[in-house]
Each structure stands twice: as C-alpha cells, then as structure tokens.
C-alpha cells in the first residue's frame, strides 16, 4: 500500500502497475472501519492470497485529493475503487463502500479469474 497526493501521483501509480490489481482506497486516519480495512489489506495473510493486488491509499482529509474525492464518489468511507487501465484511460471495475471483506476479495477473485479467461481466449487465438 502506498500513500497518494493528488491526481498526477495516482495516475503514475496506475500506469507503473498496470498489470496488477488496482484498488484506490479511501479512508481517514480517525475513521474506525478504515483502520479496520487497512489492517486487513496490510496483513501477511492477505499479501499472499492476493499477491497481485496494489493499493493506492488516498487520504480524504487531504486538499491535494478532494478532486479524486469527488471524482470516484468517496463521500462515505471507507471506499475501494478497483480499476484498470484501457489505453489511455483509467476505468472502473467495481466500487465498495464501507468496510465489506467478502465482496472485496471476490472482486479481486472475479478479477483475477477474468484475467486468466482472457489470457486463454488469446492463446487460442494466436495458435490458430
């Protein structure tokens, strides 16, 4: 997990891992389901079973992010945004609001299991 100011640093972060699982996280250091969230994305445990994930942490008390704020809808935290990158531009794959565990690790899950779909489809082009 890294710590995010502002748009150009977000969008550089996205660009450098753009083959991994993006999730842009919002939270607040006195926001108790986001110290809960955070716990759970920097533990050991989760490390492993979603070793592609990166996560962007965007504090919402800092000016430099109130556009990123509004941009992604972060009006109640905490807030995970996963995205990706198509081209030029960053698109969203899924929003959860609040601290909800199981709907963020299968978001990761479908995500990944897309990933490897897509993979598959192109192999079986390419052999033809």
Known sequence: MIDIVGKEQLEEFIWENKDKVIVIYFGATW????KKLKERLLCDETKT????LVVAHLDVDEDDNN?????????TIPVQVFVELKGT???????????DWINFKMSYDSII??????????ENIESK
């Open 49 to 52: 079973e979603m070793s592609d």
């Open 89 to 99: 531009q960053i698109k969203e794959i899924k929003k959860i609001i609040g601290f």
């Open 67 to 75: 556009y990123l704020v509004e941009l992604y809808g972060a009006s």
């Open 113 to 122: 299991e897309s990933r490897s779909n897509d993979s598959h489809v192109l």
């Open 31 to 34: 926001c108790g389901p986001c």
